[in-house]
């Protein structure tokens, strides 16, 4: 049914199409609920500057969300992300009101964009133009992946072990391959490179046997320039780029080849070709999200390989380094006992920033999660925290007050992942009417969702909110310095503070108290924008404080203009809150502490709290 109502779809926008073929894009809808002056579509347009993500107004931004979701993996619906648009807007509701999402990666399956060899299904395509939509009208930008794990669901038999997701049946057809098998096989991603039928039809992928990769670029450039036409101009101006291929890997290297020389010989020209088919479909100012070698920053060393486009040379501003990080050795459950600890991904996540700074662009680490059942799942609330914190800052909470010009960009990222069905799936494992997958993710045994429906069928968070909804730096008018966050999230009844503050700030700390607390320092650039700051549910207006150079504020004051502090809307009419923060002033040095843990503070205090950090930060920002 789910098939069939998206070809249904299909036939009726490719009729529209027709009818309004001479109309170029749809007609733009008006503002978006909750939007002020600096909304405007000329501003959400991104690119790279200095090697951070700007936008049309200057500010750097930071995207934070999640991917929408493995259920393209899958094929229940056909796919899609969703079963229909109405679940997309529900979805899209939970990022922004549960999640404290700004963006999404929304996959595509390349096996449902061209199921027949040269043809792209305008069916599939509507449906997916429409449920991206969904979050568009939310006021969420937008990465579209086209994804793939195991190359193709294709090469397993209804009797596999496992499953994969990406390439069409007649790609699987053309290049013969043997039946697939892992051997002694413990997780599926092992299947990478030891399943021989991986292994060859990647090889033959990269290597464009039988033109399938000419084949699959036609379809993505034919993906793009639908989305091009079919969303209005405002739509369009939140798609942030296009990731090209999820964790691209050889299949194997031939002889004398390293993952180095693969990246430089094979990849790279892959994506430069990628990069033309953008600029043909209209995304010439859009960058390409590109992923390096998969097991570049593999944290388990025999896994980890030489990669990270390291001879690219710039590829800034046409292209963002792309990445995805997850702690192998708590997933082994083997190699990592106990849990995270504070800092625990600093060198990870810095390593991350390191390469983007060598290649001259902005960096997003578009995947990263932790197993939330099985027998590793205890680790989740540490492993996720900690994945935040590097996320947020290159420094160990310990550390983050004494060396705040050490902090390094705020890191973009989307966490695997959103699937609205988790736990409640149907699906026929490799086509297999006696295989039908219910639990988790119903993909390779992964359960990582944040959310699920309850029996009400409203989305529900699956982890702490504490955890998910974030206080971050969405849009900094200048150059952020430093920023932390201090969730106080939860790992069973323990509160996990890895970052208090120091006993040589008494006033500061009795501010926060045991409550949630963020620092923003900042270098403005004269915008008369203002940074902005995602507010989390935790953090209602009327009892957030905010100790700023700018002012103090006991209670946030409705945004009625510009105003040094003010809270307002965020776009899309579904109630969540930013603090927009206002300094017209150029390459001055700015902070602001906000906390949640206040209540009713003095006015006295609040002044000892503000020239304890006028001291700070006059002596530890330069």
Known sequence: MAKLRVRLLGVLVSLTGLLAATGGRPVAAASLPGSLWFDAPAS????????????????????????????????????????????????????????????????????????????????????????????????????????????????????????????????????????????????????????????????????????????????????????????????????????????PYAGRYDAGETGRTWERNVLWPFYARFRAR?????????????????????????RRQEGGLLDAGTIGPRYVLNTHFYDQKAISGILMWGKAGDGQYAGDFGTVRDRAAALGTAAVVSEFGHPL?????????????????????????????????????????????????????????????????????????????????????????????????RLYPGATAGTALAFTYEDRSRDGATTLTWNPVPDSLPHVARLVGSGQYGVLVWRSNGSAAPTELHLPASFPPASTTVVCDLGTAAGLPASAGPAPIAVADEPGGLGGKRLLLTASDTAAVHYALVTNGATAPSASLLSAARAELSAWAAREIS
């Open 373 to 469: 059942s099985g027998s590793v799942s205890d680790k989740a609330p540490t492993v996720l925290k900690a994945m935040y914190q590097a996320l947020d800052s290159r420094l160990p909470g310990a550390r983050w007050w004494t060396e705040p010009m050490n902090s390094g960009a705020v890191l973009s990222g989307t966490q695997w992942q959103w699937d609205l069905y988790s736990g409640r799936h149907r699906e026929l494992m490799n086509g297999n009417p006696g295989k039908v997958l219910t639990v988790g993710d119903a993909w390779n045994g992964e359960d990582l969702s944040a959310v699920a429906l309850d029996d009400s069928g409203s989305p529900v968070l699956r982890q702490d909110a504490r955890l998910l909804d």
């Open 44 to 247: 959400a347009s991104l690119t790279v500057r200095d090697g951070r993500l700007v936008d049309g107004l200057g500010r750097e931004v930071v995207l934070r969300g999640y991917n929408v979701s493995g259920e393209t993996k899958l094929e229940e619906n056909g796919g899609l992300p969703f079963a229909s648009v109405a679940d997309a807007r529900k979805s899209a509701a939970a990022v922004r009101a549960l999640g404290g999402g700004n963006a999404v990666r929304f996959l595509l399956s390349w096996a449902h964009a061209e199921p027949v060899r040269g043809q792209a299904d305008t069916a599939y395509l509507a449906a997916v133009t429409d449920q991206m939509r969904a979050f568009l009208d939310a006021g969420i930008r937008v990465l579209p992946d086209f994804h793939q794990d195991l190359h193709s669901r294709h090469l397993f038999g209804q009797g596999s072990w496992y499953t994969g997701d990406g390439a069409p049946k007649w790609v699987v057809d053309a290049g013969s391959y043997p039946a697939e098998s892992c051997g002694v096989c413990f997780f599926w991603g092992q299947n990478i490179t030891q399943n021989q039928a991986v292994t060859r039809a990647s090889y033959d992928f990269w290597h464009n046997a039988y033109g399938v990769q000419d084949a699959f670029l036609a379809t993505a450039e034919k993906t793009m320039a639908y989305l091009t036409r079919y969303l209005t101009e405002d739509e369009f101006a939140q798609v942030v780029g296009f990731d090209p291929y999820n964790e």
């Open 278 to 302: 953008m600029d043909a479909a209209g995304w010439q100012d859009k960058p390409a999200f590109v992923e390096p070698n998969l097991f570049w920053n593999a944290n388990i060393s025999f």
